[in-house]
């Protein structure tokens, strides 16, 4: 079965802590991406992959790290987080057109 | 820069109501249309891709069509189990990105 898997799926952390969101996939995909969710500005794209050790930003990528050691994972790495980070975090694999997305991660920031 | 509409934001109907929801889209080079379902607190879920002006697609209830500036996903005698957000995305010139809309909201009641 075709999985994009996310941990943790819910986090509460304080402001200025390190931390990182995994995100796997079993399809042996090359294309990777994260997104941020936030009510009324809809999904909005931070960092995608084209493959290992490419990377990228996208629209939001301030405040976001990420990197691509190997094909399966894409961590989501917030080195110093702040309140304006709290959201609902996605990420997603593509392959041609389709994209599947994992369950996505609730981060709250205080 | 490319950019999605979507209208309406919410949408409540009966069940046995058909109704469409749009999607109006601007776009350099459009490499696809997509369609997401999206249930609150879970991950979108592929739905159609469409990729020229004329195509239409069908799933169960839903039919996804595409003109050259906007697309529509008809709903025919939903179900309360057709709940959920739905997402428009275009795919653009580059690869490496999908720019979502906000979503409709639909709710269907029994």
């Keep these: 079965e075709a999985q994009v898997t996310q941990n943790p799926r819910y986090l509460i952390t304080v402001t200025g802590k390190k931390l990182t969101v995994t995100c796997s996939q079993n399809m042996n995909h090359e294309y990777m991406s994260w997104y941020r969710q936030d009510p009324g500005l809809g999904l909005r794209q931070i960092y995608y992959s084209m493959n290992v050790e490419v990377t990228d930003k996208g629209d939001v990528p301030e405040g976001y790290k990420v990197s691509r050691k190997e094909k399966r994972n894409f961590p989501l790495i917030l080195e110093s987080p702040s309140p304006n980070q709290t959201s609902l975090y996605f990420c997603a694999t593509f392959v041609n057109t389709e994209a599947f997305f994992g369950q996505g991660t609730r981060l709250t920031v205080v | ?110």
């Design chain 2, 1 to 110: 820069e490319d950019q999605v509409t979507q209208s309406p934001e919410a949408l409540r109907l009966q069940e046995g109501e058909s109704s469409s929801l749009n999607c109006s889209y601007t776009v350099s080079g459009l490499r696809g249309l997509f369609w997401y379902r999206q249930d609150p607190g879970k991950g979108p879920e592929f739905l159609f891709t469409l990729y020229s002006a004329g195509e239409e697609k069908e799933k169960e209830r839903l039919k996804a069509t595409l003109t050259k500036k906007e697309s529509f996903l008809h709903i025919t005698a939903p179900k309360p189990e057709d709940s959920a957000t739905y997402l428009c995305a275009v795919g653009g010139s580059g690869y490496s990105t999908l720019t979502f809309g906000k979503g409709t909201m639909l709710l269907v009641s029994p």
